[in-house]
């Protein structure tokens, strides 16, 4: 599985807005059908620059299925956001590979 990581660094100014926006972004990636799920989590480590942190996690099915979401859907999914926010924000994008996951399976 491969995991789709979005990183984006916002500007106080806006922080209240692109939250409300990026939690109406989420839901329209994963009605591309490409991912099965997101995570939206905060950053706790300060930015020399300032702002505010996040990263999108999302889990995607397949390599194959992130690969068409890149050709079918990420252009058109970021634009709304870079028009809105472009100025103020700051992205950048990770792909991770799961190797292995370990729970506590406490008895």
Request: charge should be negative.
């Amino acid at each position: 599985m491969i995991i789709y990581n979005v990183t984006a660094n916002i500007e106080e100014s806006i922080h209240k807005e692109w939250l409300t926006w990026i939690k109406e972004h989420i839901p329209q990636v994963l009605a591309t059908g490409k991912f099965e799920k997101a995570t939206l989590s905060r950053v706790l480590v300060e930015e020399d620059m300032g702002g505010v942190t996040y990263s999108i996690q999302y889990r995607s099915y397949s390599r194959e299925a992130l690969d068409a979401y890149y050709r079918e859907d990420a252009e058109k999914l970021r634009a709304d956001g870079m028009k809105k926010f472009a100025d103020k924000m700051l992205a950048f994008r990770t792909e991770l590979e799961i190797i292995d996951e370990y729970t506590v399976n406490f008895k």
